[in-house]
């Protein structure tokens, strides 16, 4: 059976759609993301799952229990670390991790092992309040009071937005252990990057599923060419490129725009000729194999689908 399983499940607030006939099934043991930007129905989602909203339509269920039925069943197995920093400021950081265990009707000594590795990093800190935690450290407190009770899905909602670098990739290192251990994860992300690092993810927009596949399988799917552009003055030049006949798609991408073309027919020539056509100039332009955060650039670009 899969770990959580997810039917046509749709969630409104008022008349604004958050969540839209989605449906998902989530392996045993996978380390699966959700990617997309603010707004694209993530928080919600994860919400439904482990019992904080009921969802309008559909049905889902997280380790054989029903999201709505087996609620108080349920909320003993899961682990959840929300968006925002939710644990006691004015307690210690063993004061909270005392508090949740106690909550869970456990002790830090019996599930100690689980999360040992990523404790002896606060171990230090232990009578520090957790309100004077860096932000990397802060989540790793958190991550440690999700898991005091040995849960059998753990939930992390976009765990490490404004966390430094670093501690990004020492967030992601821990979860890819305790994914070793067999341990079925389901996490957020805005971060493209971060896609890489799941087993599968799925691509959200607008509380609709865009593709659900292994990072691998999906940067496969953008087949057309892609270029590389640098210019001083981007802004007129993403406007010009936009409108080229010649132009699937263009957007800004750090210090770059990435321009898509339509066919492999279009030239290096065509490209130059139209850009000095347009008075811009001293224009670096070069071929470059697309990313993930391409391939959900052109999934989201994407015309509508015609009756």
């Not at 959840?80 to 002790?107: H, I, K, W």
């Not at 927009?205 to 057309?224: C, E, M, Y």
């Not at 210019?231 to 132009?247: E, G, H, N, S, V």
């Not at 750090?254 to 001293?282: C, M, P, W």
Request: aromatic share 10%.
């Amino acid at each position: 059976m899969d770990a959580i399983i997810i039917e046509n499940v749709s969630k409104s607030y008022g008349e604004t759609p958050a969540v839209s006939a989605i449906s998902l099934s989530i392996r045993p043991g996978e380390l699966f993301g959700l990617i997309g930007p603010d707004g694209a129905g993530k928080t919600t989602l994860f919400k439904i799952l482990v019992t904080l909203l009921l969802p309008d339509q559909g049905r889902a269920t997280v380790a054989g229990y029903d999201v709505v039925k087996d609620y108080k069943a349920l909320r003993q197995l899961v682990g959840y670390m929300p968006g925002r920093f939710s644990l006691y400021p004015d307690l210690s950081v063993q004061e909270n991790l005392a508090f949740f265990a106690t909550v869970f009707g456990t002790t830090i000594p019996e599930n100690y092992p689980l999360i040992q590795e990523i404790y002896s990093q606060l171990e230090p800190f232990k009578d520090r309040r957790a309100g004077q935690l860096s932000g990397g450290m802060k989540q790793k407190l958190a991550l440690c009071c999700a898991l005091i009770h040995k849960p059998e899905v753990l939930f992390l909602d976009e765990p490490t937005t404004g966390v430094d670098a670093v501690s990004r990739k020492e967030f992601w290192d821990m979860l890819r252990k305790l994914n070793e251990r067999g341990l079925t994860t389901l996490v957020s992300t805005p971060y493209m990057d971060e896609a890489s690092r799941c087993d599968r993810v799925a691509f959200m927009q607008t509380g609709t599923v865009l593709a659900v596949d292994t990072p691998s399988a999906i940067t496969n799917r953008f087949t057309k060419p892609l270029y590389a552009v640098r210019a001083t003055d981007t802004y007129q030049l993403i406007q010009d490129l936009r409108l080229a006949p010649f132009t699937e798609s263009c957007y800004a991408f750090g210090e770059f725009l990435h321009l898509t073309v339509k066919s492999a027919a279009v030239s290096d020539r065509q490209i130059d000729s139209y850009l000095l056509d347009n008075n811009h100039r001293n224009i670096k332009i070069h071929p470059i194999q697309p990313g993930i955060e391409d391939t959900f650039m052109a999934l989201m670009t994407q015309p509508e689908p015609t009756a």
